[in-house]
């Protein structure tokens, strides 16, 4: 379960009666409205989070701590509100949280994007991941608790499998419904003619424990052969229980699947793709690379055009056929002759997505699109694109 917090609640001079370097008491008045405030936000589905600071040196939730927010827990719970996080703040250390529920209290992981602080959790020390330690220990540590979903195992998702996996991740949810066909064998990493007919989640599950056994962590795998367009509630609800959402899809329909998902659960969602031009000789253009994210609240890929809807409108004629779907082909909306895919050009995608990965949780910041036109020898990069629509019908 994923929490994010929507509004923060700060307090003004007034609001306190007593503070020093040792703590701090509120005003009887601010307290009755926080609380109320929190009784309130049961209704809407939010849980209320009190957070406070603790001077250097005292890491840990205090006996004080325990004793007021036991009365508080229960006080909420008389009120309608089951539920009450408390995180706590010590000068120079990183946070610690935890979760009341039914009276009793129980440690949860803060996140700020994808970085994991748990100080007190020790990784494992491994020989293949010793060059990486330049991304620091939230590396490490989020490898061993992010849980991944990659939607589409195709060209780029099954390489970008690959590369997470040897960069020490080992949670990952695979939904696919396609089968590997000669046609994949120029760009799926370890496949051979045996594997023709094979489902490609399935192909993808074995590479990454191949991978995993390999450098020395056991990866668990979620192998779903479903559309995601179509897939059935369960499926979504696994997806949306992830931390990551990777949209590797080759139409927008299933794109913008993913994206409502991710934002509705309060994941992170990246997509990536490539794309060859080639002019009216059949010759190369353009060879382009793409990673794009998605922000809840700041950058939505399909309000600014990164996603098209009404490309997705058709991707779904597909699914009932009939007239419109046979005119659509006809009329040149519905490529009959799938894209020009290559290894090379999918690779520089892949790899360019999971270092995004790598920087996000080691805290080097967000970047919202990478473009690579490597014929024209162009890079555009973003880190905060403005959103341009303002009525977007996923992230509202």
């Not at 499998?161 to 064998?185: M, W």
């Not at 609800?237 to 992830?242: D, F, G, H």
């Not at 794309?275 to 353009?286: K, M």
């Not at 046979?326 to 999971?354: C, E, F, R, W």
Request: glycine share 8%; proline share 3%; net charge negative.
């Amino acid at each position: 379960m994923a929490y994010i917090v929507e509004c923060l609640l700060e307090l003004s001079d007034d609001d306190y009666e007593y503070r020093s370097g040792g703590g701090v008491t509120t005003t009887v008045t601010f307290s009755n409205r926080i609380n109320q405030i929190a009784t309130n936000a049961a209704q809407q589905g939010l849980i209320p989070v009190h957070l406070h600071s603790h001077p250097a040196g005292i890491e840990h939730f205090s006996g004080y701590d325990d004793h007021h927010e036991e009365l508080l827990h229960q006080w909420l719970q008389s009120q309608g509100q089951p539920l009450l996080i408390s995180l706590v703040q010590a000068v120079g250390s990183e946070p610690r949280a935890r979760l009341w529920l039914l009276g009793h209290a129980q440690a949860i992981l803060v996140r700020n994007g994808l970085q994991v602080f748990s100080p007190t959790e020790q990784s494992a020390d491994l020989p293949a991941l010793a060059r990486q330690k330049v991304f620091g220990k939230s590396l490490r540590l989020a490898a061993s608790q992010l849980q991944i979903a990659i939607i589409g195992v195709g060209g780029i998702g099954m390489l970008v499998a690959e590369q997470l996996a040897r960069a020490g991740f080992t949670r990952f949810v695979l939904v696919d419904h396609d089968k590997v066909e000669p046609s994949n064998l120029n760009r799926l990493p370890n496949l051979s003619q045996r594997d023709l007919g094979r489902l490609k989640v399935k192909a993808a599950k074995s590479l990454i424990q191949k991978a995993s056994r390999a450098i020395g962590t056991n990866a668990q795998v979620h192998a779903l052969p479903y559309d995601i367009y179509t897939a059935p509630k369960q499926v979504k609800k696994i997806v949306s229980q992830c931390d990551v959402i990777l949209a590797l899809t080759d139409n927008e329909l299933s794109r913008i699947s993913c994206l409502d998902i991710a934002l509705d659960a309060g994941a992170e969602f990246l997509m990536a793709g490539v794309d060859i031009r080639l002019n009216e000789d059949g010759q190369i253009v353009g060879l382009f690379a793409e990673v794009s994210g998605a922000e809840e609240g700041r950058y939505c890929p399909l309000c600014t055009g990164r996603l098209d809807s009404g490309q997705a409108s058709l991707d779904a004629r597909q699914y009932v056929g009939g007239e419109v779907w046979d005119k659509a082909q006809t009329d040149g909306y519905i490529k009959g002759i799938p894209d020009p895919s290559v290894m090379s050009l999918n690779s520089i995608a892949a790899g360019a997505l999971v270092l995004e990965i790598q920087r996000r949780v080691a805290g080097l910041g967000v970047r919202d699109l990478w473009q690579m036109n490597y014929q024209e020898s162009e890079l555009v990069v973003y880190d905060n694109i403005e959103r341009n629509v303002d009525d977007c019908m996923v992230c509202r």
